[in-house]
């Protein structure tokens, strides 16, 4: 769209919002500041040309005055009269005047106001032009007035000024007009990004602000925008996936100990039976434990604890959880090794992260087949520990899922706890900024914890 | 007889502290809220109070800071709704001695309320302690079964230590890890039970009753045979 199309089509309201634009207020006030500049600039040039033209024309009346003084008195009129004769173009005007004031011979009338050597500019008149003027006193006493025509140097200045007035104007149209495009421009992205955010606000978090890939400010706004919404779509998402999983994991139990209170009522029995009771008591512990863990979860994830934290020695930590979890794999004939650089120290919160690695290693006791390897070192400058098993193992895809609430890997939904500890695990780790990384070890699961450098 | 102060503004749950208190040979008053709680632990001497977190007229915290202010040193447990990674510290720090989260089984409150009056010093520690055929004796770090003697490592003696502290009471398998390991966090059923099994399994003698009984969704109890 042409500008001047453009402005014809705004609307007050898009004209309105183009004024207030950012873009066009830069680009109205470079155009004025170049303007000024502009304007400055000009008027040096018209001063500095109208100054020399003046001095120039002064020149050549101090010459001709020069030449006519050097006559002899007698022979002036002559003179004067030959100069005008060869001046017939009305370049040039000369007059001599007598001491009374009597014109004596000339082209142009008496001035009784100007004094010798003084040169003044006189407007024109009936027979002359405008024209620069001096006088001379002849040795007679007689005046010699020497006038030389400015019309050409007013032309000159005259059209130099307009030159000057008609590129100011330009350049303050042409300020107005592309501040107004580049506001166009500038106002549409926002809008559609106005736009967008209005309906992502709504709920339609799929959809995705437009780029033009020219890696702009706007450009750089929407992709954080877009980042933005994509954490969002994904927490969503996975608040569906912890809401759907809670109806689940709790409405079972629930709904199993009120189909146990429906049966006795209906039965009009009393829960007598000590095994009714333990169940439905089993049932309701199942509900208070999730609740519980999910409480715990939340406050890991919500809040910065840093009380706790202290050095602490890495071997000492896992010979604490191998201590406590060796009788568990034992009994499950599972062979429990460990591994520890007795060197390795970090700082966290030591009860904390005996429950994180508690967990691996119980998960870990849990689906494995014959050993669990626990290993401490340090990898690429950073300690990093390591808790793997020969178990089933999970794949690649499912790594990422198992951090998320309440899941559970496919063909082990009957085993208990596992949806939550991996998550407990993850809030812990994340609270430390520790990263946790899972991946199939063939045979088994590698659960790898790793303390960046920096901290 | 000790004496227990039980501060609690929900009748129901003040009831049934008391009766479980009670039922253990312990003497209650009731206090209803804050405010007459304070008035009843600055005027009478009790072993231990038993205090709500959130009561009316004055708080849980506010109330055992008021109480250690005016240098009164008695055993609180704090018992709250609210969960208890942070709860638990604001509640050490205000002054209490120990804290139990709602719901709670009323033996495991009974329990900890008689361990903060053992610690306290208001009942003297027993060098020996014995319950049914067991026998431990806490000053040589021995343990006799029926007269016999059985070697335990450290973490089974304080296991069996605190079962024997505890004998006929229902003890959660968090209140276990709690007090006999230290940590506060679920380490899994699996865990404490494969620990009581093997203590089981020393403790046992063929032919009769498991010393240790395992209570369906709550935990363990040592009989008292």
């Given at each position: 769209m042409r500008s001047s199309e453009f402005l014809r089509g705004a609307s007050g309201d898009n004209v309105r919002r183009i004024g207030t634009s950012i873009t066009f207020r830069l680009a109205v006030m470079l155009g004025g500041l170049f303007a000024i500049g502009l304007i400055v600039f000009g008027g040096l040039i018209y001063a500095m040309t109208s100054r020399e033209l003046t001095a120039r024309s002064d020149q050549i009346l101090r010459q001709e005055a020069h030449l006519l003084l050097a006559e002899p008195a007698e022979r002036l009129p002559d003179a004067i009269r030959e100069e005008i004769a060869r001046n017939m173009h009305g370049l040039n005007y000369f007059a001599l005047v007598a001491a009374?004031?009597?014109?004596?011979?000339?082209n142009i009338p008496t001035f009784p106001g100007l004094k010798p050597g003084q040169a003044v500019d006189v407007d024109e008149a009936a027979g002359h032009g405008p024209m620069r003027l001096t006088a001379v006193t002849a040795a007679t006493g007689e005046t010699i007035l020497l006038g030389r025509d400015t019309s050409e140097i007013h032309y000159l200045l005259h059209r130099l000024l307009v030159g000057m007035l008609l590129a100011c104007l330009s350049v303050i149209v042409a300020g107005l007009l592309v501040g107004s495009f580049l506001s166009h421009g500038l106002l549409r992205r926002v809008h559609d990004l106005q736009m967008v955010s209005r309906r992502i606000a709504l709920g339609h978090f799929e959809m995705r602000i437009a780029t033009t890939?020219?890696?702009d400010e706007v450009d750089q706004i929407a992709a954080s925008i877009n980042a933005m919404v994509e954490d969002i779509e994904r927490i969503l998402s996975q608040v569906k996936t912890v809401t759907d999983s809670i109806a689940h994991d709790l409405r079972t139990p629930l709904t199993r100990v009120r189909n146990r209170l429906e049966d006795a009522r209906a039965a009009g029995?009393?829960?007598?039976s000590e095994d009714s009771i333990d169940d439905l008591i089993g049932d309701l512990s199942i509900v208070l434990d999730r609740f519980a863990a999910l409480l715990r979860i939340a406050e890991l994830e919500a809040t910065e604890r840093r009380a706790g934290f202290g050095t602490v020695h890495v071997a000492d930590l896992l010979g604490t959880v191998c201590e406590l979890y060796g009788p568990l794999a034992e009994d499950d004939g599972i062979l429990l090794e460990l591994h520890a650089d007795n060197t390795l120290e970090l700082q966290g919160d030591g009860n904390l992260l005996l429950e994180a690695i508690s967990n691996l290693v119980d998960n870990a006791i849990k689906f494995a087949r014959r050993r669990v390897w626990v290993d401490a070192r340090v990898i690429a400058g950073c300690v990093t520990i390591t808790v793997k098993d020969d178990g089933p193992g999970i794949s690649e895809e499912e790594c990422e899922a198992?951090?998320?609430?309440f899941y559970r890997a496919?063909?082990?939904?009957?085993?208990?706890?596992?949806?939550l500890g991996l998550s407990i695990v993850s809030a812990i780790l994340h609270m430390h900024h520790f990263t946790l990384d899972l991946r199939p070890g063939r045979p088994g699961l590698i659960a790898t914890i790793t303390v960046p450098r920096d901290l | 007889m000790p004496r227990i102060l039980v501060i609690e503004d929900d009748s129901a749950t003040a009831m049934a502290i008391e009766k479980q208190l009670r039922c253990n040979g312990h003497e209650v008053e009731l206090a209803a809220n804050g405010l007459a709680g304070l008035a009843l632990a600055c005027d009478s001497h009790f072993d231990a109070i038993t205090l709500d977190r959130m009561l009316p007229g004055l708080d849980g915290l506010a109330l055992v800071e008021a109480l250690r202010e005016r240098s009164i040193d008695v055993p609180v447990l704090m018992i709250s709704a609210l969960s208890d990674v942070d709860e638990r510290i604001a509640g050490i720090r205000a002054g209490g001695d120990d804290y139990l989260v709602k719901p709670f089984s009323p033996p495991e409150m009974v329990a900890r309320v008689e361990a903060l009056i053992r610690r306290s010093g208001a009942s003297t520690p027993d060098a020996v302690i014995r319950s049914g055929v067991i026998e431990m004796n806490l000053v040589r770090r021995t343990v006799l079964v029926e007269g016999k003697p059985l070697r335990l490592p450290t973490m089974e003696f304080k296991l069996l230590e605190f079962l024997l502290r505890h004998a006929g009471r229902t003890l959660s398998r968090k209140f276990i890890f709690e007090q006999v390991?230290?940590?506060?966090?679920?380490?899994?059923?699996n865990l404490i039970n494969v620990h009581i099994g093997r203590l089981r399994r020393k403790l046992d003698r063929p032919g009769?009753?498991?010393c240790i009984a395992t209570v369906k969704g709550e935990g363990y109890r040592l009989e008292v045979f």
């Open positions: 009374d004031g009597e014109l004596l011979q000339g890939g020219r890696g029995t009393e829960l007598r198992v951090l998320q609430r496919g063909g082990e939904a009957q085993r208990p706890g596992f949806g | 390991w230290g940590y506060y966090f679920d380490p899994g059923a009769h009753l498991p």
